[in-house]
Nanobody, 117 residues
Framework: QVQLVESGGGLVQPGGSLRLSCAAS????????MGWYRQAPGKERELVAT???????NYGDSVKGRFTISRDNTKNTVYLQMNGLKPEDTAVYYC???????????WGKGTLVTVSS
């Protein structure tokens, strides 16, 4: 069992920035992928960014050049730096962890990001 706890969501004006954090605990495999997904009302969940424990990052097309994912493996924590926020970025952002070898996805409860003028 893996537990994920997100923080950093909130209300921000267009063009502003936020930094999300996700701390993982429990049965975390050495080989894993952590990342962020988001879901806006009436829309499907979409990829924001993912990053394996040691490997290249992957970004959704809508956030490339604006968002940056990073992780600290000593703390089992993943971050998402969001710059140049737009109203269409408004969504619940979910942290995800997948243990390589099991294929099981673990999800946080989500943190709400609202971009509004």
């Amino acid at each position: 069992q893996v537990q994920l706890v997100e923080s950093g969501g909130g209300l921000v004006q267009p063009g502003g920035s936020l930094r999300l954090s996700c701390a993982a605990s429990g049965s975390i495999f050495s080989l894993n992928v952590m990342g962020w997904y988001r879901q806006a009302p009436g829309k499907e969940r979409e990829l924001v960014a993912t990053m394996p424990n040691a490997g290249p990052t992957n970004y959704g097309d809508s956030v490339k050049g604006r968002f940056t994912i990073s992780r600290d493996n000593t703390k089992n924590t993943v971050y998402l730096q969001m710059n140049g926020l737009k109203p269409e970025d408004t969504a619940v952002y979910y942290c995800n962890l997948r243990n390589i070898g099991s294929g099981i996805n673990y999800w946080g409860k989500g943190t709400l990001v609202t971009v509004s003028s």
